[in-house]
């Protein structure tokens, strides 16, 4: 998209769940987005470290970025009140206990908003029965509420694509 578009982002209101370290949301913003990250309470200093020190790049571009506490599963958090064009979420499907309260905030997210964001969910495919056994069933949950596009790997940057990693675009049915 940065190719063909690369103002794509610039203006979109972006939801980034399981933050992390930021990469993939503070990416978005230094595209122009206007980017909401979460993650756990505990995560959210060095998260906001992050935010601080790309600050200036982040800005030159026209984006911006926020970190905030969000618990899956937690429908009364403000997050739930906000509108944003899209989600995203990479590398979050790693254990077991939070697949269901995943499912349950992606559903909340799109249930309480006026506008339905589009979800993009990037996934590395582990060799291990768990991890395996873990995303089908992540996967089937999700196909009860959402339609799933995997978007083949030859549209995917040639840098960054990779027969392990999946990247789905989800949204609400």
């Not at 756990?40 to 970025?65: C, H, V």
Request: one cysteine or more.
């Amino acid at each position: 998209m940065c190719f063909h578009k690369p103002d794509f982002l610039s203006g979109v209101r972006v939801l980034e769940l399981g933050s992390g370290l930021g990469v993939v949301g503070l990416t978005a913003a230094t595209l122009g987005a206007q980017v909401t990250l979460t993650d756990l309470p505990e995560a959210l200093p060095l998260l906001r470290l992050n935010i601080a020190e790309n600050k200036s790049k982040i800005a030159s571009m026209g984006g911006y970025s926020i970190a905030e506490s969000l618990v899956w599963g937690d429908k009364n958090s403000d997050i739930h009140k906000q509108d944003f064009d899209m989600i995203l979420l990479a590398d979050c499907i790693y254990y077991e206990d939070a697949v269901d309260t995943l499912i349950e905030t992606l559903k909340s997210l799109n249930d309480t908003i006026n506008k339905k964001p589009t979800i993009y969910l990037t996934q590395e495919l582990r060799d291990s029965e768990i991890q395996k056994k873990l995303w089908k069933s992540f996967y089937e949950k999700l196909t009860e509420y959402f339609y799933i596009e995997k978007v083949p790997e030859e549209e995917q940057h040639i840098n960054y694509r990779s027969s392990d990693i999946v990247l789905l675009k989800i949204t609400k049915k």
